[in-house]
C-alpha cells in the first residue's frame, strides 16, 4: 500500500517538475531575447549596469531550470537528500519571482518613468545632472546625458503604485496562481519524503 502511494507521488511530482523545468525554460527565453534585443535598457542600478532586467530574468530561469531538474531527479531516483534540497529551493523561489515580477513591472518602457521619487533622484548618483539611458523618452545611447526635457518624469514608485491599484485583480490572481503552484510543488516534496521513509522503515 505505502509503495503504490509512493509511485503515485512519484509520477505526480515527476509531472510538476517537468513543466517546472519549461517554465525556467520561457524565464530564461525571454530573458535572452530580452538581453539580444534590449540590451541593458532596463538596467535597475547605474552603479552595476549588468544588474538588468533581461540579466536577472535569465539568472531567475537558470534556477528554476536547476531547481525543477533536481526535483524530477530526486522524484525519480526516491533521492531523500535530492527532496529535502528541492522543498527548500522551492522556499526560497517564490521570493525571488515576486521580486523579478515586481522589478519587471517597474522598469518595463510600459511604465515610462524615472527614479523612485523624482528622476532628480538620479542626479545624486552620478553627482551631476543626467540620468540612465533607460529614462529617455527616445532610447540611444547615452541619452541619459541630454536635456531634461528628453527625460520621463514619472516617479517610479507612484507610477507602478497607480499601476498596482489599476490592475489589482489580474495582480491577485497571478499571485495566487503561482502561490497556489508553490505550495503543490512543496506539498508533492514533503509527501514524497515522508512516504520515502516510510517505504525505508517498511523494507528494513
Known sequence: MARGCLQGVKYLMFAFNLLFWLGGCGILGVGIWLAATQGNFATLSSSFPSLSAANLLIVAGTFV????FVGCIGAIKE???????????????????????ILFFAYTDKFRCCGVSSYTDWFEVYNATRVPDSCC???????GLHAPGTWWKAPCYE????WLQENLLAVGVFGLCTALVQILGLTFAMTMYCQVVKADTYCA
Open 65 to 68: 531550470m536547476a531547481i525543477g
Open 79 to 101: 533521492n531523500k537528500c535530492l527532496l529535502l534540497t528541492f522543498f527548500v529551493l522551492l522556499l526560497l523561489v517564490f521570493l525571488l519571482e515576486t521580486s523579478l515580477a
Open 137 to 143: 523618452l527616445e532610447f540611444s545611447e547615452s541619452c
Open 159 to 162: 507610477t507602478v503604485k497607480v
